[in-house]
C-alpha cells in the first residue's frame, strides 16, 4: 500500500506535550518580570471598575507552607480572573510582623532580649522581620503569584504603624479605650497577656478536688457545718475570698459519717457514692439566696471570708458552691466587684506562687498544687482528689497551659459598639453562610478586648502618665505621636525621653512639676493586623474592600480584630464580603505536623511537579473543607493535567495553519459545528459562574468534564478525519477550525486563572494571537444562541452512546478491529428517525464508520457488521473501490488538487 503521509493535512505546535513545568515554570516566571505584567494588567484595566481582595498578613517567621500556599493560590485564582473580566483589581501582599514569635526566634539564635537595650533588640527584630518576609515573597512568586511585590504592606513600616496610632485614637476619643485590672488569659511561658484569638483548646489532666470550709458563725443546722466545695485549679486556693452559691438553688444540710456539710441538694446522690459518705442524715433545706449571712474559715491560711450569690452556679456538676478567687476568673471578678471583693493575685508574671501565697511562695503554680492539696488533707478539710481530663486554654504560639489572672492591662470595650458591629456582620456576604453565625457568637460573648502585652517587639501603647498616675489620651498627644512614628517609626518610643514625645509646649494639670512617664506594654498583634484596612484609604482604594479570604481560625483572628476596629472608626465593616476556607491535611487525613514526618512542602512540589499541579489540586478540592494532599494524590491530580494539556495540544496544532479573518459565520458552519459552538458557550458561562461564586472545584469538574466527553470522547475524535483529510481550503475543514480556534482561545483564557504558566505557554503558541500574554486579554464572554439544533444533537448523541456500546460489544467479540472497519446498519423507529433527519449526511462520520445503512422499523436498532470493499491508502476508509493509486474518490480529488 502507497504511503501518502506527506499528503495528510498534520497539524503542528511548539506547544509541547511534555508539561516539564519544573523547568518551564521558572523561566515563564522572568518573562513576566521583564515584561512588568502586573503593572501591565493593571494599566490596561484602568477606568474599569475596581474589585480589591485585601490579603490578610502572613505572620513573617520560616518558610511558606501548605496552607499558606492554599491561601496565596486561592487569592491568585480570584484576582487573576477579576483582571480579565471586567475590573480593576489591585492585590498587594501584606505581612504580619511584630510579635512573640520573632522575639523567641532570636533568642533561640542566641540573642537575649534582657541583655540588650531594646532599641538594639528592636532592630534586630525588624532586620529578622524583613529577612523572612522577603524569603515568603519568593515562595509566594514561585508559586505563580502576580501581585505588587514592590509596594507590599508591612505592619512594621512607619506609615503603618502611624496609621495603627490614628485607629487606636479614634477608639479611644469614643471613649473605648480604658485601663483595668482585670482577670485576662495570661501566658506564663510567653510573659505576657494574650487575647482569645490566641488561645487554642488542648485536653489536660487537671487534679480536681472537693473539700471543706468550716462555717464559723453557723446556728442550728449550721453550726458546726462545713461548705462541700469543689474545684479543678487548687492552685488559686491562696486568692480565695468568697465561696459562691446559686440563689435559686436548693442546699441541703446534711450528717455524715464525714461531718456536717452543706451541698446543693440536687447533687445529694451522686456525692454520696463519689465521697463514699455513710450515715447520712439530712437536716434541712434553705436556698441560696439565704445564706448570705453565713461565713466561713479558709483553712490553710485561717481567714474569715463571705458567701455571695450569682447567677452562673450550676447544679449540672461539682457540690454546687464556686470558691470565688477575683484575681483568677472572669465570671469570679464579676461576682467578687457586685460584691466588693478585693482583687488577690498571688502569681507572678512568670507563673510563680509570690509572697503574699504565704508557705507556697517561690512555687510554680502547677507544682504549688500537690503543697496544697496535702495541707488541705492534713488540716481535715480534703474529701477527695479525683484527676480529670478536660479540654483547656494554650498559649497557641508556646503550647502551653495559661492561665486566669487579674494585672493592670489596657482594654479596647466591646460593649459599647457591639449592636453595631452585629449589624455590620449582618451586612457583610459570609461564604460559608455559617461564617456570619460563627463570628456573630463570638462578638455576643466578648466584653472587652485585652490589647496590651508585656513584650519588646510591637508597637508601642501611645499612653503617658501623669505625676498622679492620670492617664493620657490627649487627642493632640496621640496625634503628635502618630507623626513621631510617621516620620521615625515606632522606635522613637524607646529612644526618647516622655517629655520629648509630648508636643511641644504640652502641659497637663496632673503634673505640675512637668514629669510625665510612657506606658512600656505594647500592642495586641491583632491589632496591628485589624489596622491594615487603613492602608486601602493610603493607597486611594474604595472602602470597604470587596472581600477578605482567610483559613477559618480568622473568625476568632483577623476577621474578628478587623469588623471591631472598623467599626468603631467608620461606623461599617471593612469588607463586603468574606470567604473562608478549611486546613491541610495528609492523605491519611491528618494534621500535618513536622514531628509527624507528614508535610508537603509547597516549594518541592513546584521544583519537581510544578506549581500549575499545586494549583489545579487547590481549584480540585473542597477547600471551604479541610483538605487532604498526598504523592499519590498529586499523581491522579497530574493525569487530570495531562489530559488539559493533551487536549490544547492536539487543537493548537489544527489551528497553526488557520487564520481567525478565515472563520465562517455562524450560519455557515456545519450542522454538528454549530452545535459545538453552542455547547461551548454553555461551557464559558458555567465556567464564569464557577469563578464569579469562588466555586473552583466547579469549575475544574466542569473543566475536565468539557475537555474529556465534550471534546476528547466526541468532537476532537471524529474532526481527526475532516482535519487531517480534507482540503484546507474547504468550507468542511473551516467550519472546524473556526470552532476549534474559539474552543482552544476560550480554554487558555478560562483556565489562566488556575494554569497560569501552562495558559501563558499555550498562548504563545497560539496563531494571531491579540496580546503579549494571555493576562493581558478579557475572558470570553457568554453569547445566548438560541438553536432547536442544540436539542436534537443532545438527542442523538444519546442514540450516539448505543451505538458506541455496539461498536464495543462488536469489537469485543473480533467482529471488527477500529470502528473505520465496520458497517453499521441502524434501524430507526418513528423518534430515531426524527433525531437522525438533522445528521444523516454526515452519521457515519459523527460515528467513525466507514459504511451506514438506514432502515425503518418499529423499534431503533443497532448492527454492526465488517465493512465491505477497498482501504483507501490516505484516509484509511473502507469503500466500495479505489483508484489505481489506491485512493478513495474523495482523497483523489484532494491530493491531485494539492
Not at 540573642?111 to 524569603?135: G, H
Not at 472572669?330 to 509572697?355: P, R, S
Not at 474529701?383 to 498559649?395: A, F, G, M
Not at 466527553?709 to 468550507?731: M, Q, R
Request: charged letters at 25%; glycine letters at 6%.
Amino acid at each position: 500500500m502507497k504511503d501518502y503521509k506527506d499528503t495528510l493535512f498534520m497539524g503542528q505546535t511548539s506547544f509541547e506535550m511534555r508539561g516539564n513545568l519544573n523547568n518551564k515554570e521558572p523561566l515563564i516566571q522572568e518573562k513576566w518580570e521583564k515584561m512588568d505584567l502586573y503593572n501591565k494588567v493593571i494599566r490596561k484595566n484602568e477606568g474599569k471598575r475596581e474589585y480589591t481582595l485585601h490579603d490578610g498578613p502572613p505572620y513573617a517567621n520560616g518558610d511558606i507552607h501548605l496552607g499558606h500556599a492554599l491561601n496565596k493560590i486561592l487569592k491568585d485564582f480570584i484576582v487573576r480572573y477579576k483582571n480579565m473580566n471586567g475590573f480593576k483589581s489591585v492585590y498587594y501582599p501584606g505581612w504580619d510582623t511584630h510579635g512573640l514569635p520573632i522575639e523567641n526566634a532570636l533568642q533561640k539564635s542566641g540573642v537575649s532580649r534582657r541583655d540588650k537595650p531594646i532599641t538594639e533588640f528592636r532592630n534586630l527584630c525588624m532586620e529578622y522581620a524583613y529577612k523572612q518576609v522577603n524569603r515568603q515573597m519568593v515562595g509566594f512568586k514561585r508559586l505563580g503569584v502576580l501581585a505588587d511585590y514592590e509596594h507590599p504592606y508591612i505592619t512594621l513600616t512607619h506609615d503603618f504603624e502611624a496609621d495603627q496610632i490614628r485607629v487606636f485614637a479614634k477608639m479611644a476619643a469614643k471613649g473605648l479605650i480604658y485601663k483595668g485590672l482585670k482577670p485576662v488569659y495570661w501566658s506564663p511561658s510567653s510573659e505576657s497577656a494574650l487575647a482569645e484569638a490566641e488561645i487554642e483548646y488542648h485536653d489536660i489532666t487537671s487534679k480536681s478536688i472537693y473539700f471543706k470550709f468550716p462555717i464559723v458563725n453557723g446556728e442550728g443546722m449550721f453550726e458546726n457545718a462545713s461548705f462541700l466545695v469543689w474545684t479543678t485549679t487548687p492552685w488559686t486556693i491562696p486568692g480565695d475570698l468568697a465561696v459562691c452559691a446559686g440563689p435559686d438553688i436548693q442546699y441541703v444540710v446534711f450528717d455524715s459519717n464525714k461531718g456536717r456539710m452543706v451541698c446543693a441538694a440536687d447533687l445529694l446522690e451522686s456525692l454520696k457514692n463519689k465521697l463514699s459518705l455513710e450515715d447520712v442524715n439530712v437536716l434541712g433545706y434553705e436556698y441560696g439566696k439565704n445564706l448570705l449571712d453565713l461565713k466561713y474559715s479558709l483553712p490553710i491560711y485561717d481567714r474569715i471570708q463571705p458567701v455571695i450569690n450569682a447567677d452562673y452556679v450550676t447544679t449540672t456538676d461539682g457540690t454546687g458552691f464556686v470558691h470565688i478567687a477575683p484575681g483568677y476568673g472572669e465570671e469570679d471578678y464579676i461576682a467578687g466587684k457586685e460584691y466588693g471583693l478585693d482583687i488577690l493575685v498571688c502569681v507572678d508574671n512568670h507563673g510563680y506562687q509570690m509572697e503574699n501565697a504565704g508557705k507556697y511562695a517561690g512555687m510554680f503554680y502547677d507544682d504549688s498544687e500537690d503543697a496544697i492539696i496535702e495541707d488541705l488533707k492534713a488540716c481535715g478539710s480534703l474529701l477527695l482528689l479525683d484527676p480529670i481530663t478536660h479540654s483547656y486554654p494554650h498559649d497557641w504560639r508556646t503550647k502551653k497551659p495559661v492561665i486566669f489572672r487579674a494585672t493592670p492591662q489596657w482594654f479596647a470595650s466591646i460593649d459599647p459598639i457591639k449592636e453595631d458591629i452585629l449589624k455590620a456582620i449582618h451586612d457583610v456576604e459570609w461564604t460559608p453562610v455559617w461564617g456570619e453565625v460563627r463570628i456573630s457568637n463570638m462578638i455576643r460573648d466578648r466584653h472587652d478586648w485585652c490589647i496590651s502585652r508585656q513584650r519588646a517587639w510591637g508597637v508601642p501603647i501611645p499612653v503617658f502618665y501623669a505625676e498622679d498616675g492620670t492617664e493620657i489620651l490627649d487627642q493632640d498627644v496621640l496625634a503628635h505621636v502618630a507623626d513621631l512614628f510617621e516620620e521615625y517609626g515606632s522606635n522613637v518610643w524607646f529612644e526618647r525621653e516622655a517629655k520629648d514625645l509630648l508636643p511641644a509646649g504640652y502641659t497637663n494639670p496632673h503634673s505640675p512639676n512637668g514629669k510625665f512617664e510612657k506606658e512600656k506594654d505594647i500592642m495586641d498583634v491583632w491589632f496591628d493586623s485589624g489596622s491594615s484596612y487603613s492602608t486601602l484609604a493610603r493607597r486611594g482604594l474604595p472602602y470597604p474592600c470587596d472581600l477578605y479570604l482567610e483559613g477559618s481560625d480568622q473568625y476568632r483572628g483577623w476577621f474578628n480584630s478587623s469588623i471591631i476596629t472598623a467599626v468603631a472608626t467608620t461606623g461599617t465593616a471593612p469588607y463586603k464580603a468574606v470567604l473562608s476556607h478549611g486546613f491541610t491535611l495528609d492523605g491519611q487525613g491528618r494534621k500535618m505536623s513536622k514531628s509527624l514526618g507528614n508535610t508537603v512542602d509547597p516549594i518541592k512540589v513546584c521544583n519537581t511537579n510544578g506549581a500549575d499541579i499545586l494549583r489545579l489540586w487547590v481549584a480540585s478540592v473542597d477547600y471551604q473543607s479541610d483538605m487532604p494532599l498526598s504523592l499519590d494524590i498529586l499523581k491522579q491530580v497530574s493525569e487530570s493535567y495531562r489530559k488539559i494539556r493533551n487536549t490544547l495540544k492536539f487543537l493548537l496544532s489544527n489551528v497553526s495553519d488557520f487564520n481567525p479573518s478565515d472563520s465562517l459565520p455562524y450560519e455557515k458552519l456545519e450542522s454538528v459545528d454549530k452545535y459545538m459552538l453552542i455547547k461551548l458557550n454553555k461551557f464559558i458561562k458555567e465556567v464564569k459562574d464557577g469563578y464569579d461564586t469562588f466555586r473552583f472545584g466547579d469549575v475544574y469538574k466542569t473543566v475536565l468534564n468539557y475537555v474529556s466527553s465534550t471534546l476528547s470522547a466526541f468532537y476532537l475524535d471524529f474532526t481527526k478525519d475532516i482535519l487531517y483529510i480534507e482540503d484546507p481550503k474547504s468550507n468542511r475543514r473551516l467550519s472546524v477550525q473556526t470552532v476549534f480556534y474559539k474552543i482552544v482561545d476560550a480554554l487558555i483564557k478560562l483556565l489562566s486563572p488556575i494554569l497560569p504558566h501552562t495558559m501563558s505557554e499555550a498562548y504563545d503558541c497560539m496563531p494571531f494571537k491579540a496580546a503579549e500574554d494571555v493576562y493581558l486579554t478579557d475572558m470570553p464572554e457568554y453569547e445566548e444562541i438560541n438553536d432547536e439544533l442544540e436539542e436534537k444533537y443532545d438527542e442523538f448523541m444519546k442514540y450516539r452512546d448505543l451505538v458506541l456500546k455496539a461498536l464495543e460489544d462488536a469489537r469485543a467479540a473480533k467482529v471488527i478491529g477500529k470502528s473505520f472497519g465496520a458497517k453499521l446498519i441502524l434501524t430507526l423507529d418513528k423518534k430515531a428517525e426524527e433525531v437522525f433527519a438533522p445528521v444523516k449526511d454526515n452519521a457515519a462520520t459523527l460515528l467513525i464508520v466507514s459504511q451506514l445503512e438506514f432502515k425503518a422499523g418499529d423499534e431503533f436498532k443497532v448492527e454492526v457488521l465488517p465493512a465491505e470493499g477497498c482501504t483507501c491508502a490516505r484516509c484509511r476508509m473502507i469503500v466500495p473501490f479505489v483508484s489505481v493509486d489506491e485512493l478513495c474518490p474523495r482523497c483523489e480529488k484532494i491530493v491531485n488538487n494539492k
